[in-house]
């Protein structure tokens, strides 16, 4: 009897042991190299150009910026999509074959997008703490405050000093480009603060002549509330005042310069593990924008179907969505739905009337 508890015992350890190994032991090993096209694409029309990262924000593959370089360097529209946190490189070769298929024919069918004229450049990074592998969830909340810390480096030194640079720099004077900054989580968190301090920092001067229009889609965005004050406030900012003192750059009109923060309070993640990461970084432990919205913009809602219920007058070129008739939990993005209303928002023009100034004194 005694002998046969002992075995049972050996025998729960070793399941436990074998639970808590690394996926990798289980599991393919997937790089963005995988993901040669997407399995919308064909030979003569492709779009899909995939860059990634290490945890030290250095690019992994120099062969795939210098692809997305070239591509873009004759392309009108140019749309840079950052999965979120806990996304192995084989879960987000599955997102990124299903979701940004959806996205550009999304585009396309509302004729925003021309097929030949728009690429998609999909950012990979290392969001999670096990090699290949979703994390258990046992550990979920000491991943989530690692990685976050993790998407802070890759902003400044993987999206902020590599990719913009190599796409934006070597940009033509009157290119007619317009940029969609589309993050997930903490990837929304990362191009947030990696754009706004490029252009602060780099071409804020002739932005106009490079990008025509710049639309930022939040999606369950791991931010702290009071973007109003954040650096991307102080960016729009600073474009109203380089618009308004250059009368040869206005051309950029005032409806196509956005950000949209696409929230849903069933985002468990966002609830309640951003705040404990808040208290971890001795913060207010705050809800983030991602599950509650920001407290100071104006907010629109959704229907069932994904429609906007009702498009009201503009007091701020920062936008609330809320989602929680589509939005299920941190990692329900990837969908038909999701991606329709992206562009609902970006071609909405009503949002934004011609004559919107920004009156409020903002600081960084």
């Given at each position: 009897?005694?002998?046969?508890?002992?075995?049972?015992?050996?025998?729960?350890?070793?399941l436990?042991?074998?639970?808590?190994?690394?996926?990798?032991?289980?599991?393919?090993?997937?790089?963005?190299?995988?993901?040669?096209?997407?399995?919308?694409?064909?030979?003569?029309?492709?779009?899909?150009?995939?860059?990634?990262?290490?945890?030290?924000?250095?690019?992994?593959?120099?062969?795939?910026?210098?692809?997305?370089?070239?591509?873009?360097?004759?392309?009108?529209?140019i749309?840079?999509?950052?999965?979120?946190?806990?996304?192995?490189?084989?879960?987000?070769?599955?997102?990124?074959?299903?979701?940004l298929?959806r996205?550009?024919?999304?585009?396309?069918?509302?004729?925003?997008?021309?097929?030949?004229?728009?690429?998609?450049?999909?950012?990979f990074?290392?969001?999670?703490?096990?090699?290949?592998?979703?994390?258990?969830?046992?550990?979920?909340?000491?991943?989530?405050?690692?990685?976050?810390?993790?998407?802070d480096?890759?902003?400044?030194?993987?999206?902020?000093k590599?990719l913009?640079?190599?796409?934006?720099?070597?940009?033509?004077?009157?290119?007619e480009?317009?940029?969609?900054?589309?993050?997930?989580s903490?990837?929304?968190?990362?191009?947030?603060?990696?754009?706004s301090?490029?252009?602060?920092?780099?071409?804020?001067?002739?932005?106009?002549?490079?990008?025509?229009?710049?639309?930022?889609?939040?999606?369950?965005?791991?931010?702290?509330?009071?973007?109003?004050?954040?650096?991307a406030?102080?960016?729009?900012?600073?474009?109203?005042?380089?618009?308004?003192?250059?009368?040869?750059?206005?051309?950029?009109?005032?409806?196509?310069?956005?950000?949209?923060?696409?929230?849903?309070?069933?985002?468990?993640?966002?609830?309640?593990?951003f705040?404990?990461?808040?208290?971890?970084?001795?913060?207010?432990?705050?809800?983030?924008?991602?599950?509650?919205?920001?407290?100071?913009?104006?907010?629109?809602?959704?229907?069932?179907?994904?429609?906007?219920?009702?498009?009201?007058?503009?007091?701020?070129?920062?936008?609330?969505v809320?989602?929680?008739?589509?939005?299920?939990?941190?990692?329900?993005?990837?969908?038909?739905?999701?991606?329709?209303?992206?562009?609902?928002?970006?071609?909405t023009?009503?949002?934004?009337?011609?004559?919107?100034?920004?009156?409020?004194?903002l600081?960084?």
């Open positions: 009897m005694t002998s046969i508890l002992k075995m049972e015992n050996r025998g729960i350890w070793v436990a042991i074998l639970l808590l190994l690394p996926g990798s032991t289980f599991n393919p090993i997937y790089s963005s190299k995988d993901l040669a096209n997407l399995p919308c694409e064909s030979p003569s029309s492709r779009f899909f150009y995939p860059v990634e990262f290490d945890a030290d924000g250095n690019i992994l593959y120099e062969d795939q910026l210098h692809a997305a370089k070239v591509a873009a360097l004759t392309r009108r529209d749309i840079i999509f950052v999965h979120g946190w806990d996304k192995s490189a084989g879960s987000v070769d599955g997102d990124y074959q299903e979701f298929c996205l550009y024919r999304r585009g396309v069918e509302e004729q925003y997008l021309a097929e030949d004229q728009a690429i998609v450049i999909g950012v990074w290392p969001s999670t703490i096990l090699r290949n592998h979703e994390d258990f969830p046992l550990i979920k909340p000491i991943s989530y405050y690692i990685i976050r810390a993790r998407a480096t890759i902003a400044v030194e993987g999206i902020q590599r913009l640079p190599a796409i934006l720099d070597t940009a033509e004077l009157d290119h480009m317009r940029l969609h900054i589309i993050g997930h903490f990837g929304a968190r990362r191009l947030i603060k990696a754009v301090d490029y252009f602060r920092t780099s071409i804020i001067e002739d932005l106009p002549h490079y990008v025509s229009s710049v639309n930022v889609v939040l999606l369950l965005p791991a931010i702290e509330p009071g973007i109003e004050n954040s650096q406030s102080q960016f729009i900012l600073e474009i109203n005042r380089g618009l308004g003192e250059r009368h040869r750059v206005s051309r950029m009109k005032p409806e196509y310069l956005r950000i949209f923060n696409v929230y849903s309070e069933r985002d468990w993640a966002n609830r309640f593990l705040p404990i990461s808040e208290a971890l970084n001795f913060k207010m432990p705050y809800c983030s924008i991602g599950a509650c919205g920001e407290p100071s913009a104006p907010v629109l809602t959704l229907d069932e179907a994904g429609t906007i219920n009702e498009l009201t007058s503009n007091i701020g070129r920062i936008w609330n809320n989602a929680d008739s589509i939005i299920s939990s941190h990692s329900d993005i990837y969908k038909g739905r999701i991606a329709g209303l992206i562009w609902k928002l970006i071609t023009k009503e949002l934004a009337p011609s004559d919107l100034a920004i009156t409020k004194s600081t960084p």
